[in-house]
C-alpha cells in the first residue's frame, strides 16, 4: 500500500520514519522521527524526541514509515532460523574425520561457528526490518 490513504490509517502514537525530498530539508536533516500525532489529506504531524511537534506537508515527503515491533518482524525471524538450520544442517560436514560429529570434541567449535555466523545475521536481520514502508512518493 503506497498511497497515501494509508498513512491517513496509521494510529496516534505510532513511531514514524519520514525522508523529505531534497530541498526540503529540516534542521539540516533530510529524515524526521517521532510519534504520530496527526495525519490529513494534505500533511502529517509527528512529535519529535525534542517533544516539538512537526507539521510536513504531503508534497515534501519522499517516504514514510511505520516502526515494526520485534514481534512483527517475521522476516528477520525467518532469515535467523533459516541460518541456523543451515548451520546444523552444515555441521556434519565440518568433521569429515568423526564417526559422531556431535560428539563432545567438536561441539564446541561447531558452537563457536554458529554463534559467528548467525548473532550477525541475526542482529543484521532486526536492524533492517524496524520499519516498514507505508508511503513512497511517485
Known amino acids: 500500500m503506497d498511497t497515501w490513504a494509508s498513512v491517513r490509517t ?13 530541498g526540503e530539508a529540516r534542521a539540516g536533516s533530510r529524515l524526521l522521527k517521532g510519534t504520530l500525532e496527526s495525519a490529513d489529506a494534505e500533511s502529517v504531524v509527528l512529535r519529535t524526541k525534542d517533544s516539538g511537534l512537526e507539521s510536513v506537508p504531503r508534497a515534501a515527503v519522499r517516504k514514510l514509515k511505520v516502526f515494526q515491533p520485534v514481534v512483527k518482524r517475521t522476516a528477520a525471524w525467518f532469515t535467523t532460523g533459516s541460518v541456523t538450520a543451515f548451520m546444523l544442517a ?18 564446541p567449535i561447531f558452537l563457536a561457528i554458529s554463534a559467528a555466523a548467525a548473532v550477525p545475521v541475526a542482529l543484521i536481520a532486526f536492524r533492517a526490518m524496524r520499519y516498514r514502508t507505508v508511503y513512497r512518493a511517485g
Open 10 to 22: 496509521i494510529p496516534a502514537g505510532v513511531r514514524i520514519s519520514i525522508r523529505l525530498l531534497d
Open 90 to 107: 552444515g555441521f556434519p560436514h565440518l568433521t569429515p574425520g568423526s564417526a559422531n560429529p556431535w560428539d563432545r570434541e567438536h561441539l
